[in-house]
């Protein structure tokens, strides 16, 4: 009963927004409309998983990111299997530059997604992020070297320098 509930006020979200959408009202995706009205539903039924996805998606699509974080993982958390909240969680950890967050994320959507060009997409995104989680940690090691470049190291420090034949 409380789960056909939820997916009856799921798809009379989803039909409201398509209506404000196509007519130009709800500013897209996104839109402050459609937002305002997942946002009310949420206040509602604060633990309908299929209105959180769509709220968490919202706030993505609006650049929103650090507003779709946390309803995408109440999301995750109420429904594991769920391809889509894995898929946009990814996506919402990658903007904020959390890649191992985001590969994790992914790696989920692989094993629960059922749409399989994503999942082969992902696949190749996942060695793109690990290329990105690299070369982000590199650049923070080097600010780091900077900083401690100029502080002395512990008296009791042995330098060894490499040896070469």
Do not use: H, W
């Amino acid at each position: 009963m409380r789960r056909a509930r939820s997916l009856v006020t799921f798809m009379a979200i989803v039909g409201a927004t398509a209506c404000a959408t196509a007519s130009g009202t709800g500013g897209g995706a996104g839109g402050t409309d459609a937002i305002a009205r997942l946002e009310r539903a949420r206040a509602s039924t604060p633990n309908s998983e299929p209105v959180l996805r769509a709220l968490g998606i919202a706030y993505y699509k609006a650049g929103r990111l650090k507003d779709a974080r946390p309803v995408l993982d109440q999301a995750a958390k109420l429904n594991p299997k769920d391809g889509t909240v894995a898929l946009y969680l990814g996506l919402v950890a990658e903007g904020q530059e959390d890649f191992a967050a985001a590969r994790a994320a992914y790696s989920s959507y692989l094993t629960v997604g059922k749409t399989k060009r994503v999942r082969s997409e992902l696949s190749a995104r996942l060695a793109v992020l690990q290329r990105k989680e690299l070369l982000k940690k590199a650049k923070d090691d080097f600010a780091n070297e900077q900083r401690l470049a100029g502080t002395p190291g512990p008296t009791n420090t042995v330098a060894v320098l490499p040896l070469s034949f």
